[in-house]
């Protein structure tokens, strides 16, 4: 087989993590920090593109490839318009919408602007995106909210999710547009998706902290008390946002976004530790009930996925409540750089196509 070398890179808001893999094996990991001083000089999180190249291809120079070798970059998603799932060829509309930000400003979109122009400096290779956070395969009777000034949206940890039920499906002998499952991504933010037949037909909106309530957001609040806090006087528009997505949560229960250490604190007996984690896990099963419901009871499996899922304690809560409905099956942590690189992997020997962004 051809050696085919792939790069991956996942821009954060203070890191920029790449990977590097030859065929489906890694060659090396890198996570490059940025300090806020870093960072400073850039007005917009697009003009940082330059910036961060420069860095991945010193990176690449450090570790003696040569770029000429890459066959593919392959970035992380950003906010752009809301597409299918799948692997994307970058574009210049794709390059337009990763600018201006189509959906907001977020480091991710510099995932593919940064794909893009370190595959033109090379001998051929092709730059894509693959399953972003807006990821759009909704039902429509499941975009209605209850009043036509709020529609629901579809944006949630596609990456991870579609990575986890493919993998699943691979361990069953079965393709995954076969089966109809329930995922759930376990970590700063959640989401629970119902994926029927290979499409996410409905799913929180974990950027805006929809659905169960995470380590950083508040999930889905009471509707009368949001609003007379809203309105109160007590707090400006920003400050209520973060109580709802970076400061809600563990972070407003416990005072830390750390799941690892309410953990340990709810085995060494901290009563409230112990309920604010059976809370999560409560209102996370109540979510998985409810796709159960849009899947209409025929669920091949309901698959824990993300950091959190590390978590016994959580995982037996959520276990006990929920596996009436189907077997329940622990894929613990993340590993995007490793989803992204196989996403290029599979367009470059053929198993899937390239999807155009327009």
Known sequence: MEDLLILAVNPGSTSTKIA??????????KNIKHSAEDLKPFKNISDQYEFRMEIILKE???????????SAVVGRGGLVKPIESGVYEVNQKMMEDLRIGFLGQHASNLGGLIAYEIASRTDGARAFIADPVVVDEMQEVARISGHPKFKRMSIFHALNQKAVARAYSETTNREYEELSLIVVHLGGGISVGAHNRGRVIDV??????????????????????????????????????RMITGKGGYMAYLDTNNAHDVEISAKEGDEKAALIQDALSYQVSKEIGSMSAVLKGKVDAIILTGGIAYNDMLVKYVRDMVS????????????????????GYMVLTGKVESKTYK
Do not use: Q
């Open 324 to 343: 009436f409905i189907a077997p329940v099956v622990v894929y613990p942590g993340e590993d995007e750089m490793k989803s992204l690189a196989m996403n």
């Open 20 to 29: 590097l893999y030859n065929n489906n094996k890694s060659v090396f990991l």
């Open 60 to 70: 690449l120079e450090n570790a003696s490839t040569d770029i000429n070798d890459i």
């Open 204 to 241: 929180n909106n974990a950027l805006d902290g929809e659905g169960p309530f995470s380590p950083e957001r508040s999930g889905t609040l009471p509707v009368g008390a949001l609003v007379s806090t809203c309105f109160s006087g007590d707090y400006t528009m920003e400050e209520v946002k």
